[in-house]
T-cell receptor, first 112, second 113 residues
Framework: NAGVTQTPKFQVLKTGQSMTLQCAQD?????MYWYRQDPGMGLRLIYY???????DKGEVPNGYNVSRLNKREFSLRLESAAPSQTSVYFC???????????FGAGTRLSVL | EDKVVQSPLSLVVHEGDTVTLNCSYE??????LLWYKQEKKAPTFLFML????IEKKSGRLSSILDKKELFSILNITATQTGDSAVYLC?????????????FGKGTKLSVKP
Protein backbone atom coordinates (compact mmCIF):
# COMPACT_ATOMS: atom_id res chain seq x y z
CA ASN A 1 0.00 0.00 0.00
CA ALA A 2 1.76 3.10 -1.30
CA GLY A 3 -0.18 5.86 0.50
CA VAL A 4 1.32 9.23 -0.47
CA THR A 5 4.11 9.13 -3.06
CA GLN A 6 6.39 12.08 -3.77
CA THR A 7 8.87 12.49 -6.59
CA PRO A 8 11.70 13.25 -6.77
CA LYS A 9 13.29 12.38 -3.43
CA PHE A 10 16.21 14.74 -3.92
CA GLN A 11 16.84 17.68 -6.23
CA VAL A 12 19.52 20.31 -6.65
CA LEU A 13 18.66 23.45 -8.58
CA LYS A 14 20.47 26.59 -9.55
CA THR A 15 18.96 29.95 -8.65
CA GLY A 16 16.37 30.90 -11.25
CA GLN A 17 15.64 27.39 -12.46
CA SER A 18 12.13 26.01 -12.33
CA MET A 19 10.85 22.64 -11.31
CA THR A 20 7.72 20.77 -10.32
CA LEU A 21 7.38 18.48 -7.32
CA GLN A 22 4.90 15.69 -7.85
CA CYS A 23 2.59 14.11 -5.31
CA ALA A 24 0.08 11.30 -5.72
CA GLN A 25 -2.10 9.49 -3.20
CA ASP A 26 -3.97 6.24 -3.60
CA UNK A 27 -6.26 6.49 -0.58
CA UNK A 28 -9.12 8.22 -2.41
CA UNK A 29 -8.63 11.29 -0.22
CA UNK A 30 -10.33 14.55 -1.05
CA UNK A 31 -7.86 16.95 0.56
CA MET A 32 -4.17 17.40 -0.19
CA TYR A 33 -1.46 19.67 1.18
CA TRP A 34 2.07 20.89 0.58
CA TYR A 35 4.33 21.74 3.53
CA ARG A 36 7.91 22.82 3.88
CA GLN A 37 10.08 21.90 6.84
CA ASP A 38 13.08 24.00 7.81
CA PRO A 39 15.38 23.51 10.80
CA GLY A 40 13.91 25.13 13.90
CA MET A 41 10.72 26.14 12.06
CA GLY A 42 8.53 23.07 12.14
CA LEU A 43 6.16 22.23 9.30
CA ARG A 44 4.62 25.20 7.53
CA LEU A 45 1.74 24.98 5.08
CA ILE A 46 2.42 26.30 1.59
CA TYR A 47 -0.80 25.49 -0.26
CA TYR A 48 -3.68 23.11 0.17
CA UNK A 49 -6.52 21.71 -1.86
CA UNK A 50 -9.66 20.99 0.12
CA UNK A 51 -11.17 19.04 -2.76
CA UNK A 52 -10.59 18.42 -6.44
CA UNK A 53 -10.85 21.68 -8.34
CA UNK A 54 -9.97 23.98 -5.42
CA UNK A 55 -6.68 25.32 -4.11
CA ASP A 56 -5.91 27.82 -1.37
CA LYS A 57 -2.90 29.56 0.06
CA GLY A 58 -1.37 28.46 3.32
CA GLU A 59 1.03 30.27 5.60
CA VAL A 60 3.98 30.61 3.18
CA PRO A 61 2.74 30.60 -0.46
CA ASN A 62 5.05 33.20 -2.01
CA GLY A 63 7.23 31.82 -4.80
CA TYR A 64 5.09 28.72 -5.34
CA ASN A 65 2.17 27.60 -7.46
CA VAL A 66 0.10 24.46 -7.26
CA SER A 67 -2.11 22.37 -9.49
CA ARG A 68 -4.68 19.84 -8.38
CA LEU A 69 -4.47 17.75 -11.53
CA ASN A 70 -7.15 15.28 -10.47
CA LYS A 71 -8.29 13.68 -7.24
CA ARG A 72 -5.06 11.70 -6.88
CA GLU A 73 -2.42 14.25 -7.85
CA PHE A 74 -1.32 17.59 -6.45
CA SER A 75 1.82 19.25 -7.79
CA LEU A 76 3.93 22.10 -6.46
CA ARG A 77 5.83 24.34 -8.87
CA LEU A 78 8.75 26.64 -8.25
CA GLU A 79 8.87 29.04 -11.19
CA SER A 80 12.17 30.70 -10.35
CA ALA A 81 13.94 28.94 -7.51
CA ALA A 82 15.71 30.96 -4.83
CA PRO A 83 18.17 29.83 -2.13
CA SER A 84 15.49 30.62 0.48
CA GLN A 85 13.48 27.75 -0.97
CA THR A 86 16.07 25.22 0.10
CA SER A 87 14.05 22.95 2.34
CA VAL A 88 12.41 19.57 2.74
CA TYR A 89 8.98 19.50 1.12
CA PHE A 90 6.22 17.19 2.30
CA CYS A 91 2.97 16.36 0.61
CA UNK A 92 0.08 15.11 2.73
CA UNK A 93 -3.49 14.00 2.17
CA UNK A 94 -6.60 13.46 4.27
CA UNK A 95 -10.07 12.16 3.65
CA UNK A 96 -11.50 15.61 4.32
CA UNK A 97 -10.08 18.81 5.79
CA UNK A 98 -11.13 17.60 9.25
CA UNK A 99 -9.43 14.20 9.12
CA UNK A 100 -5.98 12.89 9.96
CA UNK A 101 -3.30 13.89 7.47
CA UNK A 102 -0.95 11.24 6.07
CA PHE A 103 2.42 12.31 4.79
CA GLY A 104 4.71 11.34 1.96
CA ALA A 105 8.41 10.65 2.43
CA GLY A 106 9.48 14.16 1.43
CA THR A 107 11.59 15.84 -1.23
CA ARG A 108 14.89 17.37 -0.17
CA LEU A 109 15.52 20.42 -2.35
CA SER A 110 18.70 22.46 -2.46
CA VAL A 111 18.85 25.71 -4.40
CA LEU A 112 22.38 26.95 -5.05
CA GLU B 1 -2.04 34.71 16.32
CA ASP B 2 -2.52 30.96 16.73
CA LYS B 3 0.50 29.09 18.00
CA VAL B 4 1.69 25.71 19.21
CA VAL B 5 4.72 25.46 21.49
CA GLN B 6 6.56 22.27 22.28
CA SER B 7 9.06 21.67 25.04
CA PRO B 8 11.74 20.69 25.44
CA LEU B 9 13.15 21.21 21.94
CA SER B 10 15.54 18.32 22.46
CA LEU B 11 16.04 15.60 25.00
CA VAL B 12 18.64 12.87 25.52
CA VAL B 13 17.78 9.87 27.66
CA HIS B 14 19.00 6.32 28.19
CA GLU B 15 17.15 3.17 27.29
CA GLY B 16 14.60 2.28 29.92
CA ASP B 17 13.95 5.86 30.99
CA THR B 18 10.48 7.39 30.94
CA VAL B 19 10.04 10.69 29.12
CA THR B 20 7.32 13.32 29.00
CA LEU B 21 7.00 15.67 26.05
CA ASN B 22 4.93 18.82 26.34
CA CYS B 23 2.73 20.73 23.93
CA SER B 24 0.89 23.94 24.77
CA TYR B 25 -1.31 25.87 22.41
CA GLU B 26 -3.19 29.09 21.85
CA UNK B 27 -5.60 28.46 19.02
CA UNK B 28 -9.00 29.85 18.16
CA UNK B 29 -11.71 27.37 17.15
CA UNK B 30 -9.84 24.35 18.54
CA UNK B 31 -10.98 21.01 17.18
CA UNK B 32 -8.31 18.45 18.08
CA LEU B 33 -4.66 17.91 18.93
CA LEU B 34 -2.49 15.42 17.10
CA TRP B 35 0.87 13.83 17.80
CA TYR B 36 3.15 12.61 15.02
CA LYS B 37 6.47 10.77 15.12
CA GLN B 38 9.06 11.74 12.51
CA GLU B 39 12.09 9.57 11.99
CA LYS B 40 14.19 10.12 8.89
CA LYS B 41 11.31 10.69 6.56
CA ALA B 42 7.55 11.15 6.74
CA PRO B 43 5.75 12.13 9.94
CA THR B 44 3.62 9.19 11.02
CA PHE B 45 0.43 9.62 13.00
CA LEU B 46 0.38 8.60 16.67
CA PHE B 47 -2.68 10.04 18.41
CA MET B 48 -5.60 12.36 17.94
CA LEU B 49 -7.08 13.92 21.10
CA UNK B 50 -10.35 15.77 21.21
CA UNK B 51 -11.60 15.44 24.78
CA UNK B 52 -9.99 16.52 28.02
CA UNK B 53 -8.83 13.95 30.51
CA ILE B 54 -9.18 10.87 28.33
CA GLU B 55 -5.89 9.09 27.89
CA LYS B 56 -5.00 7.58 24.54
CA LYS B 57 -2.61 4.66 24.74
CA SER B 58 -0.63 2.62 22.26
CA GLY B 59 1.90 0.23 23.72
CA ARG B 60 4.47 2.24 25.66
CA LEU B 61 3.14 5.57 24.38
CA SER B 62 0.29 7.48 25.92
CA SER B 63 -1.10 10.97 25.63
CA ILE B 64 -3.62 13.16 27.36
CA LEU B 65 -5.19 16.54 26.66
CA ASP B 66 -6.16 19.32 29.06
CA LYS B 67 -8.46 21.75 27.24
CA LYS B 68 -8.80 24.00 30.25
CA GLU B 69 -5.06 24.60 30.62
CA LEU B 70 -4.47 24.28 26.85
CA PHE B 71 -1.80 21.62 26.79
CA SER B 72 -1.09 18.01 26.05
CA ILE B 73 1.62 15.59 27.11
CA LEU B 74 3.07 12.58 25.36
CA ASN B 75 4.56 9.94 27.65
CA ILE B 76 6.93 7.20 26.55
CA THR B 77 7.77 4.55 29.13
CA ALA B 78 10.70 2.12 29.02
CA THR B 79 12.25 3.98 26.10
CA GLN B 80 14.11 2.11 23.37
CA THR B 81 16.61 3.32 20.79
CA GLY B 82 13.87 2.94 18.19
CA ASP B 83 11.96 5.73 19.92
CA SER B 84 14.62 8.20 18.77
CA ALA B 85 12.80 10.65 16.54
CA VAL B 86 11.32 14.11 16.35
CA TYR B 87 7.87 14.21 17.94
CA LEU B 88 5.53 16.76 16.41
CA CYS B 89 2.46 18.23 18.03
CA UNK B 90 -0.20 19.79 15.81
CA UNK B 91 -3.46 21.50 16.59
CA UNK B 92 -6.40 21.29 14.27
CA UNK B 93 -8.80 24.20 14.15
CA UNK B 94 -12.08 24.78 12.45
CA UNK B 95 -12.08 27.10 9.47
CA UNK B 96 -8.50 28.34 9.55
CA UNK B 97 -7.93 30.82 6.74
CA UNK B 98 -4.50 29.33 6.10
CA UNK B 99 -5.36 25.68 6.56
CA UNK B 100 -6.58 23.71 9.54
CA UNK B 101 -3.40 22.30 11.07
CA UNK B 102 -0.74 24.25 12.97
CA PHE B 103 2.44 22.43 13.92
CA GLY B 104 4.84 23.03 16.76
CA LYS B 105 8.57 22.96 16.09
CA GLY B 106 8.95 19.46 17.47
CA THR B 107 10.89 17.76 20.25
CA LYS B 108 13.94 15.80 19.18
CA LEU B 109 14.29 12.72 21.36
CA SER B 110 17.54 10.77 21.40
CA VAL B 111 17.58 7.46 23.28
CA LYS B 112 21.06 6.14 24.02
CA PRO B 113 21.76 2.44 24.61
Amino acid sequence: NAGVTQTPKFQVLKTGQSMTLQCAQDMNHNSMYWYRQDPGMGLRLIYYSASEGTTDKGEVPNGYNVSRLNKREFSLRLESAAPSQTSVYFCASSSTMLDIQYFGAGTRLSVL
Amino acid sequence: EDKVVQSPLSLVVHEGDTVTLNCSYEVTNFRSLLWYKQEKKAPTFLFMLTSSGIEKKSGRLSSILDKKELFSILNITATQTGDSAVYLCAVERYGGSQGNLIFGKGTKLSVKP
